[in-house]
């Protein structure tokens, strides 16, 4: 069974994502962070969800955190821990339900920002390369054919939209109107190809090939920056094999595409609430439990202590 709608009686709940819920924790300075089975694609929610997907996301999230902070010097991240709240806090009957789904995480300022990074040229960027040349108003090179890797990966923010909207894609230089200043895009732009190009290298050696990925970062109250929310899961990346990839078409993937696919061939693009067959869910778990085991190398039922 999915988990689409978290309840934790004990805490307040503080935020409320299209995926994640947020609560109040005894100190002020941290949260719980709770990932739901919500799906969400074309920016609305689905009435399914998938079921493990909130599990699946959390494992996978603090796996990469753990990986980038060994491997990128001085990296800031959210990330606290994936110990439950103690019982005076969070009683053991609400924590059996978030078991698995729930992280301790750095309460922060997040920035306005899309951190988007492409590494390959498809969906949106396919898009705008064909009827301009440009990628986020980027020149790239002539000729490029879809799914075709950049001679390097490229910094391709958007927006932040509020509930409702769409993200629009900018131009990286214009960055800094939506962040305040010149000194935060450049870091955040830095930071972001850093953190694409070592997760690049790690998931291609086990396999997975990141053909792009979004991050979100945040200020703390010294105004040092931070990586947090998700990272480089099936929801926030697009995944391929690497053992199948080939230029010029359409790749099979491991991430949420597959949800997409199915949501354009019967006209539901963008509609709220669609419930989506069981074996197209079922089949989307599978993909995500599949990126597990070739990220982390473990099966996700090893991981979650099941
Ligand atoms: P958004 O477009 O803002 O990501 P969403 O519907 O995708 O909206 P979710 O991803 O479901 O939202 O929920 C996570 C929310 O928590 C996001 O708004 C994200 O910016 C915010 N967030 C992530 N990490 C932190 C943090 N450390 N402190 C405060 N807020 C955070
Ligand atoms: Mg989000």
Redesign the pocket.
């Known amino acids: 069974m999915a988990l689409t709608n978290i309840s934790l009686p004990s805490l307040d709940k503080i ?8 609560f109040a924790l005894p100190d002020p300075s941290t ?1 719980l ?1 709770v ?1 739901s089975d ?1 799906l ?1 694609a074309f920016d609305v929610i689905m009435k399914s969800g998938i079921p493990n997907k909130g599990a699946i996301l959390t494992l996978l999230s603090a796996h990469w955190f753990r990986v980038l902070t060994e491997r990128i010097p001085g990296l800031r991240t ?1 990330f606290i821990s994936l110990d439950m709240p103690p019982a005076d806090v969070v009683p053991a009957a609400e924590a059996r339900a978030i078991r698995n789904r729930s992280m301790q ?6 920035l306005k920002i ?1 951190a988007i990074v492409r590494g390959y040229l498809t969906g949106s960027a396919w898009k705008e390369y064909q009827a301009k040349g440009t990628v986020h108003g980027l020149a790239m090179p002539p000729g490029m054919r879809l799914s075709q890797k950049f001679p390097e990966a490229i910094y391709t923010p958007s927006t ?2 509020d ?1 409702g909207q769409h ?1 629009e894609n900018i131009h990286p230089d214009d960055a800094w109107k939506e962040l305040g200043d010149r000194e935060t895009a450049r870091r955040v732009q830095e930071l972001s190809l850093q953190i694409y190009n070592t997760a690049a290298a790690y998931a291609e050696e086990r396999g997975i090939i990141i053909a792009d990925t979004k991050f ?1 970062f ?1 200020k703390d109250a010294a105004g040092n920056i ?1 990586l ?3 990272v480089l899961t099936p929801d926030s990346s697009r995944f391929w094999p690497k053992d199948v990839y080939e230029v010029g078409r359409d790749q099979d993937s491991f991430d949420k595409q597959f949800v997409r696919n199915w949501l354009i061939r019967e006209g539901l693009k963008g509609k709220e609430g669609v419930e989506v067959p069981e074996d197209i869910c079922r089949a989307t778990e599978e993909r995500y439990k599949d990126a597990f085991l070739k990220l982390t190398g473990k099966t996700f039922e090893e991981a979650a202590g099941n």
């Open positions: 935020a409320s994502g299209k995926v994640r819920d947020l949260l962070f990932s919500r969400s959210h995480v750095r309460r922060l300022r997040v899309e932040k939209a509930l993200d979100e945040a931070y947090v929310d998700e």
